[in-house]
């Protein structure tokens, strides 16, 4: 079915709650409507849309807004310690991450609560707490509006990167993703490294001890037909039908949200689309100027956070925001959130694109002058 509608509003269909309109918006349910639309007498640019949890509206667009709402779910292999779903790329990647951590498969428990939906997982490398939609993606299918058909693509061509693809850059406006197959795992495969995951499990009073680094490398009797046999013996213990690994994905899923929910705001409630920046990399050496400056301003035993990444350093955005002291600022009806100052907010309900713009050129001019980095956006612009 391909619903159209004219002079369309976008409030609704943004997560920043922008009020701007499209020339045209399509929404398309079947793969079958893709090939059937006559693209060239749509509206110029069309531009593809997921939840709109990502996007900044600056102003009206001109062109086309389509939205793909197929929203099958279908098995699509099966091993003894594997299953692989295809999700329509209109698929609420939440619903999908809930359903999974229900069933005990493990895969996306990490990156609970990320709104959005499952096609733009793809495109956007959605990732949280340690995870990256590109570590469970196994297949994509689009509809390739150069040669007018389906194709699937293997993730390993997509060029993923830190919420990058080649969808975003080279391949932009070329295919239509329709649905996106994700590997789960029947064995327990926890990833709780992260800042902040084993606190929130130890809250929520589960166990969160050296035992599960060796547990989660035991498969689950069920999934290994020699698994017992093959492993005594060896100096592994013996596993009994009631060896029960001590954490479900659906703990991890219910620690990550309540993470989420102390740090993030609720989309349901103030208009925002996450993240708005990115976190940069910087070399070993500008790091340490910046270590300096955070030593002069909060004491020489001040450490900054941060992450290695190769031979170079990821220092926290929100950190460098913070240290500006835009905790809470306000520009209009935009304002910096007070509790997650990486996330720009539509505090007011009726912010204006250029309350959001002025908030976030304030925020990038203050990092530069300070810290000698410039933010780059993690929300696309359009
Ligand atoms: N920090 C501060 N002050 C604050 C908040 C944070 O100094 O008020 C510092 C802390 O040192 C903290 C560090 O910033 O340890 C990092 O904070 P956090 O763990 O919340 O992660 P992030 O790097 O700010 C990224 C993602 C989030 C994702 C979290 C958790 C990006 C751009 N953002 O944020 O993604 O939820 O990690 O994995 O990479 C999103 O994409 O919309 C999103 C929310």
Known sequence: M??????????????FRMQVKCALFVEVTEEADLAALDWNALPQPVMVMGGGSNLLFTKDFPGTVLHVAICH???????????????????????FCAWAAAEGLWGPENLSLIPGECGASAVQNIGAYGVEAKDIICGIRAYDRETGTFVHIDPADCGYG??????KTEWKGRYIITAVTYRLSKTPQPKLDY????????????????????????????ASPTGPSL????????????????LSPQ????????????????????????????????????????????????????SV?????????????????????????????????HNQPLVIVNASGTASPADIIGLENQVIRAVEAKYGITLRPEVEHV
Not at 81 to 91: D, Y
Not at 162 to 167: E, L, Q
Request: aromatic share 10%.
């Open 2 to 15: 391909i619903i159209r509608q004219t002079d369309f509003d976008l409030s609704s269909r943004n997560t």
């Open 305 to 337: 956070p941060h992450f290695e990444v190769g031979d170079q350093i990821k220092v926290p955005a929100a950190w460098m925001i913070d240290q500006c002291g835009f905790k809470g600022a306000r520009n209009g009806g935009a304002q910096v959130f």
């Open 73 to 95: 779910s279908e098995r699509s292999e099966e091993s003894l310690s594997e299953e692989s779903w295809a999700l329509g790329a209109g698929v609420v990647f939440d619903d």
């Open 195 to 222: 800042g902040g995951i084993r606190k929130a499990l130890e809250d929520r009073g589960k166990a969160v001890s050296s035992e599960i680094a060796f547990a989660s490398l035991r498969p689950l009797p069920s």
């Open 251 to 302: 703990d991890i899923r219910d620690a990550i949200i309540d993470i989420r929910r102390k740090k993030l705001p609720a989309v349901e409630e103030v208009g925002s689309a996450g993240s708005f920046f990115c976190n940069p990399v910087i070399s070993r050496e500008h790091f340490a100027r910046i270590e300096a400056t955070a030593r002069e301003d909060n004491g020489p035993e001040y």
């Open 162 to 167: 830190y919420r990058t693809s080649k969808f």
């Open 231 to 246: 492993l005594s013996g060896r100096g592994w213990p013996e596993i009994s039908e009631d060896t029960a690994f001590p």
